[in-house]
């Protein structure tokens, strides 16, 4: 009876075990002694039966070696059968020779079954044991597995359809061999191994080659790409092969067809199909040309298989133009894809858009590439530029790149590759006023005629060639006009044909130049800003790039992008902006060039840290500050393991000797300052840096002959950072005693100077700090002040205005620095009982209930002091001045000088800070002068004032919050800013409630000055983080945006706020209540009010509501969803609506309830789109159903959109109303 292979593998079984009488010893030795001695006694019944309980026993097995043994056993007597079939002659029995592969095949079937198995187990030992793979394992498996591969290769060489002698028969044979490959090739273990994969390759080959399988080999590998992520490439691999090595051109075909032709693609699926099909364009390389057509059918398909398809045409292209000839010849192929690639930068789907440029990076960024870019350069810069808008981050990142990529392989080479605007503008200038001059006008105008006809292009660089320096040289020369018979610019010498060709490559630099610096601009103002980390860290890059190659616009974005090092968190692919930022500055400032001498990488290194410092305000300090300290912070966590200084150039000991040397030794003043300044930022995480150098800040900083404000203000501030910030006990101060002496100098200074301000601020700060008897010192200084101030003797040379403003700015600032002072003391004396309560036994807290000093005592020790003496006492000096501070800031035109006036209300505002009876006594003249001051600049002090007094006493300045919110609205934006900044931070931290003003808050939303707008934005986004703050003022927030609506004879300050301003306020607002809860409650309390409202009213209520019922999507996804008793109430309030919008009602008159009809809104009329920004592939949620929630600030469950309290369907009145915002409070 012949040996049925097809019957036999279909009932094969891995479950399947040996017969009970079976013995392993005995059955191994028998049939390998027979098979080697002959393979073809696997015809034998009773060998036939032993080898196949020998492969039923391999589950059994444990010891790897046995399995080994069985395994080789088998492969070898097979591959010795093969090599016999064939020597054997022609006229040998075929019946025969077709039972012995049937058999062998079977053999090597279910061994490959098993085999297949111990991969898998070997994964999830490899998974479980991370570290402790067993590789010697996996060497054997891979071994076996490749003994297999190889056997049936082999076969497959062999002339089967002669041995087998019937068509049916060899395609059922080879079916068998695609099950035992496709069985292999869907484990992901399998194919790891690079020689087995390509063996795996050839077999596919020779089955569709030598035995007409393309049909059979399509269908297995199309079979098997929904479930296999790692059989992409090796798919792509068997089509290339089959193709360059076996001209099997139709497998590919087939295969590409049969991917083209499946309907419902899966999203997995999709992704396998997009992988062969790059992978593919890879690999063939020049022959992609023979399959574009295929490549084409992809192009209407899934989003996914459409964005591969366009990687495709990229590769395709960049195999076509690796020769000069390949371009020539397919010249019109490429233009096509390239066009295809750049139709569909408009595609519907971010993924596609975002595969478009990646493909146009890829093209541009090969070296190779034979093809003129020029025509491109501007166009794909031109649509990078456009794309910067895109709504999604991942194709604003890829059009970034792009930008990344056109810049590092520009062709402008003049300047060292630098792309500098004024180096290209003036030479481009220059060669156009040399052409001018030749042959009168005739070849310049001939050329700019030919220019002015791409309007896109000339636009960039229009502006700049009507400036006035340059107007002259871009005007077209009258009466110079070339005969019509005539072409100028034929027949030109070479000289001028070189300068033409000069000028005209000079004029596309400056034209590439200026779309890029556009770019620059726009990543500036958006991306650096943006909440989407990925932008942020893209715009970092980019400027990086930018600044490499001397853009100047780029330089912009550096400086704004140093604030960035505040930031918080990380971003979807856990790279860290603040480690990118500082990256970024390590890259472009801190990396010498490799070839220097180690001495030049310090100077490059301390230079540059230096001019870091030029030309910044001080928020760039504070934040170069923050970015120093994570620099330094950095350094030493590289020092715990092998940071070498000298290799990795951050800050090392030699680069701050460098910067003492350029403090000391500077040749000017911008070198020295920027010298102290990284100092004292450096000072800040290491103190002794400065700690030994004190003596070097005393001569070179505070030198009073030569002494310059700025130098000598950060000089303070590194003075005082030669203290740790933690004193230990044992911790040895340095004398003082110099530095002191210093600071009183300069405290007494009489100078008309505006700089000796913040100088005296910093020095009294320092003084505070280093000198223990600060409050002594300080009263000699004010004494000695008030002496030159007041006194007979007095310089008649010192303007009396000045000098009082002097000693007014010090009286204030000693006042604060003092009561500093108490608090500090008051800390240390808690700090230390602690300390000294933690050592102590039980006696001795007994004794020290009887006799000791409490906490609250001393605190009211301190209390005491700032509330009666500092102000109010005998003895205090600050008390003597209290009515000249107060007289002057009554009678401005008596003291009518501008800074006397600034810094007294200065002091005024200080000393508010320290006594509550001061303040409570003061508060009306404070608020009144605040009010009424014509200086912006006081105003401002006086706002940020009350912000302080506000911090330090909340009762008092509660009852007159108002008086703060109204210079929201005052006329200088510049107090505008300030007062919202304050606010801001009142707010947030809880000094001050928002009751009742947050709609003042919101109409700054849509305040015409752009800062103002920015500021008010991040106030939302920041009140959105504290537990219902927006939700719980919302309703009190429309009030207020509704007032006086409808009002008769109202005056100009009582205009009502525009519609048009209320719907952007809205829109900005309503997204951040995002409790479905509390969306839903604000519904029902919306729709009361509809009740009673007027016609102006009724429209802003409405259009609230659908913003409301718009997010929520009252319109039915499931049908169960529009029966839930909430989707019938939110129709019935949508139906309401559109009737209101349909009637005529008198404007003005109040409204009557409408009365709820039949619903008729129609699903498709309020269908909700989705407005997800990142993944187009995504469906939108199934829409939840409205059941009962009760709501516990969500408290990590699941929560629908409709979630919340469903009640009944009757108008709530006023009293429900009530009840549910005692609900939400709770």
């Given at each position: ?5 097809a019957?036999?593998?279909s ?10 009488g079976?013995?392993?010893a ?10 080697a ?6 015809l ?9 309980q ?6 059994e097995?444990t ?6 043994t069985?395994?080789l056993?088998f ?9 016999s ?16 592969l ?15 198995t ?10 479980r ?6 590789k ?9 597995l ?12 062999l ?10 028969s ?14 292999i090739?869907?484990?992901t ?5 690079k ?31 929904p ?5 992409s490439?090796t798919?792509?691999e ?8 076996y001209?099997?051109?139709n497998l ?30 890879e690999l ?11 490549f ?6 899934t ?20 020769s ?5 010849e ?11 690639l750049?139709e ?6 971010q993924i ?7 493909a ?27 794309h ?30 630098k792309?500098?605007w ?14 001018k001059?030749?042959?009168?006008g005739?070849?310049?105008n ?11 292009l ?31 610019l ?9 300068l033409?060709l ?5 004029r596309?630099a ?14 500036a ?13 893209a715009?970092?890059e ?13 330089k ?20 860290r ?6 990256d ?13 001498t180690?001495?030049?990488?310090t ?8 001019k870091l ?5 001080m928020?760039d300090?504070i934040?170069?500050e ?11 966590e ?14 090392t ?12 030794n ?10 102290i300044?990284?100092?004292s ?8 840096i400065?700690?030994?150098?004190i ?9 009073t ?13 590194a003075l ?5 910030r933690?004193i230990e ?19 007494l ?30 009263t000699l ?20 205005s ?11 600032h000693?006042?604060l ?7 500090k ?29 409490n ?10 002091i ?5 102000l ?8 003597k ?7 002057i ?18 002091c005024?505002a ?27 600049i006081?105003?401002?002090?006086l ?13 008092i300045i ?9 210079e ?11 007062c ?10 809880g000094?001050i409630?928002?009751k009742?003003?947050l ?9 015409e ?35 006086y ?10 205009q ?9 306020v ?11 809860r ?19 009213e ?5 259009f609230c ?15 169960k ?15 309401k609506?559109?009737?209101f919008e ?13 009365t ?17 920004e990142?993944?187009?592939?995504k469906e ?37 109303d ?9």
């Open positions: 009876m012949d040996f049925d292979l019957y036999e593998v009932t094969f079984s891995t479950e399947k075990r040996p017969d009970d079976f013995n392993l005995p059955y191994l030795n028998r049939v390998s002694d027979k098979l001695s002959s393979p073809s006694n696997i034998n019944d009773d060998i036939f039966e032993m080898a196949r020998l492969v039923y026993y391999i589950p097995c010891d790897l070696n046995r399995s080994e069985i395994f056993t492969t070898k007597a097979f591959q010795c059968g093969i090599d079939l064939e020597t054997v002659e022609a006229d040998a029995d075929a019946s025969d020779q077709k039972e012995l049937c058999r062998y095949v079977y053999l090597l079937f279910g061994l490959s079954q098993h085999l297949v111990m991969f898998g187990e070997s994964d999830v030992n490899k998974k044991k991370k570290n402790d793979v067993d010697k394992r996996l060497t054997k498996l891979n071994l076996v490749s003994s297999i591969l190889a056997t049936i290769c082999d076969l497959l060489n002339q089967l359809s002669v041995i087998i002698q019937s068509s049916t060899t395609n059922d044979f080879c079916d068998v061999i695609l099950k035992l490959a496709y069985s090739m869907m484990s273990e399998t194919l790891k191994e020689n087995n994969r390509s063996i795996f390759v050839k077999l596919f080959c020779l089955i569709a080659k030598n035995h007409q399988q393309n049909n059979q080999v399509c269908h297995r590998l199309t079979l098997a790409l479930f296999s992520e790692h059989l490439d798919i792509a068997i089509l290339s092969v089959s193709y360059s090595a001209e099997n051109q590919v075909q087939d295969v590409l067809t049969s991917l083209a032709e499946i309907q419902n693609v899966g999203p997995n699926l999709a992704k396998n199909i997009g992988s062969i099909l790059v992978k593919l364009s063939l390389g020049q022959e992609c040309v023979t399959f574009l057509d295929y084409q059918n992809f192009v209407t398909a989003p996914t298989v459409r964005a591969a398809t366009m990687m495709c045409f990229g590769n395709s292209v960049n195999s076509l133009s690796t000069q000839e390949l371009v020539t397919n010249i019109e192929v490429i233009e096509s894809l390239i066009s295809t750049e569909h930068l408009l595609d519907n789907f596609v858009r975002q595969r478009c440029f990646q146009l990076e890829l093209i541009h960024s090969n070296r190779q590439s034979k093809l003129n870019f020029k025509e491109y350069r501007y166009t794909w810069a031109l649509r990078a530029l456009n910067l808008e895109d709504k999604s981050s991942f194709v604003r990142k890829a059009a970034l790149n792009l930008l990344k990529c056109i810049i590092v392989n520009h062709p402008y080479t003049v300047d060292q590759g792309l500098s004024k180096f290209h503008w003036e030479h481009y200038a220059e060669a156009t006023k040399e052409i001059n030749i042959d009168n005739i070849i310049y001939a050329i700019r005629a030919n220019e002015l006809e791409n309007n896109q000339n636009e960039l660089i229009k502006e700049n060639e009507d400036d006035t320096q340059y107007k002259d040289v871009f005007k077209t020369v009258l009466g110079a006009i070339p005969p019509a018979d005539h072409n100028p034929d027949n030109l010498p070479s000289e001028v044909v070189e033409i000069r000028r005209k490559f000079l596309d400056c034209i590439f130049i200026k779309i890029l610096d556009k770019s620059f601009e726009f990543v103002d958006n991306f650096l800003n943006s909440k989407t980390k990925s932008d942020v860290i715009a970092i980019y400027f990086t790039i930018g600044d490499a190659y001397g853009i100047e616009t780029a912009i974005g550096v400086k704004r992008m140093l604030h960035l090092v505040w930031t918080t968190g990380s971003n979807e692919d856990g790279n902006v603040v480690e990118k930022l500082i970024a500055y390590v890259t472009m400032f801190l990396t010498p060039f490799s070839g220097e180690e001495r030049n990488k100077i490059y290194v301390a230079s540059s840290l230096i410092t030029f030309n910044c305000n928020a300090l934040s170069l923050k970015m120093i300290s994570e620099l330094v912070k950095g350094k030493r590289k020092e715990k393991y092998d940071y070498n200084g000298a290799v990795e150039h951050y800050i000991p030699q680069v701050v000797s460098a910067l003492w040397s350029s403090f000391v500077y040749k000017h003043f911008k070198e020295r300052r920027g010298a300044i990284i100092l930022m450096l000072a800040a995480s290491d103190y002794r400065v700690h030994d150098k003596d070097v800040l005393l001569k070179y900083g505070l030198d002959k030569n002494l310059n404000y700025e130098v000598a203000t950060y000089t303070c501030i005082r950072r030669s203290l740790p933690k006990d044992d911790f040895v101060y340095p004398n003082f005693a110099k530095a002191i002496s210093k600071c009183k100098e300069i405290l200074t009489n100078t008309i100077d505006g700089e000796w301000y913040n100088l005296a601020e910093e020095t009294l700060t320092t003084l505070y700090d280093i000198d223990i008897d600060a409050d002594q010192t300080s200084i004010l004494k000695q002040k008030a002496v030159d101030v007041f006194g007979s003797a007095t310089d008649q040379t010192i303007d009396k000045v000098a009082l403003s002097q000693f007014l700015f010090l009286l204030g000693v006042g620095k003092t009561i500093i002072y108490l608090e003391c008051e800390a240390d004396f808690k700090r230390k009982k602690q300390d000294h309560e933690n050592k102590k036994n039980e006696q001795d807290i007994e004794l020290e209930m009887i006799g000791g000093t906490e609250d005592e001393f605190s009211d020790a301190i209390q005491n700032k509330d009666k003496e500092l109010y006492g005998p003895n205090s000096i600050l008390a001045f209290v009515p000249l501070v107060v007289e800031i009554q009678k401005p035109k008596v003291y009518s000088h501008t800074m006397l006036k600034r810094q007294a209300t200065l005024f200080k000393f508010m800070c320290i006594s509550p009876r001061f303040c409570e006594a003061h508060l009306g003249l404070y608020l009144n002068l605040m009010k009424k001051s014509t200086d912006p006081v105003r401002s002090n706002v940020l004032g009350l912000g302080d007094i506000a911090v330090c006493f909340t009762n509660d009852e007159n919050r108002n008086a703060l919110y109204s929201l609205h005052d006329k200088e934006i510049s107090v505008q800013r300030t919202l900044m304050t606010v801001t931070f009142l707010i947030l931290a000094q409630k928002v009742g003003q709609s003042q808050l919101a109409k700054l939303l849509v305040h000055d752009e800062g103002l707008r920015q500021m008010a934005k991040m106030f939302f986004q920041e009140l959105a983080t504290k537990d219902n703050a927006i939700y719980n003022g919302f309703i009190e927030m429309l009030s207020g945006l509704n007032q609506i409808d009002k008769p004879g109202m005056t100009d300050e009582e009502p706020f525009p519609l048009a301003k209320f719907k952007e809205i829109r900005f607002v309503l997204p951040f209540i995002s409790k479905d509390q969306r839903n409650l604000l519904i029902k309390k919306l729709d009361v009010r509809l009740k009673t409202c007027t016609k102006m009724y429209q802003r209520y409405a509501l659908r913003e409301l019922i718009k997010r929520e999507d009252g319109v039915n996804r499931k049908e969803d529009s029966e839930s008793e909430k989707a019938k109430y939110y129709k019935e309030i949508l139906k609506l559109d009737e349909e009637s005529n009602s008198a404007s003005g008159e109040l409204l009557k309830p409408v709820r009809g039949p619903k008729r809104v129609s699903v498709d009329d309020r269908k909700q789109h989705s407005e997800g990142e993944n187009d592939a939108v949620e199934d829409w939840l159903s409205g059941s009962e929630i009760t709501d516990g600030a969500n408290n990590g469950e699941v929560r629908g959109p409709l979630d919340g309290q469903i009640r009944e369907q009757s108008s709530p009145d006023v009293a429900s009530v009840e549910m915002i005692d609900q939400d409070l709770e």
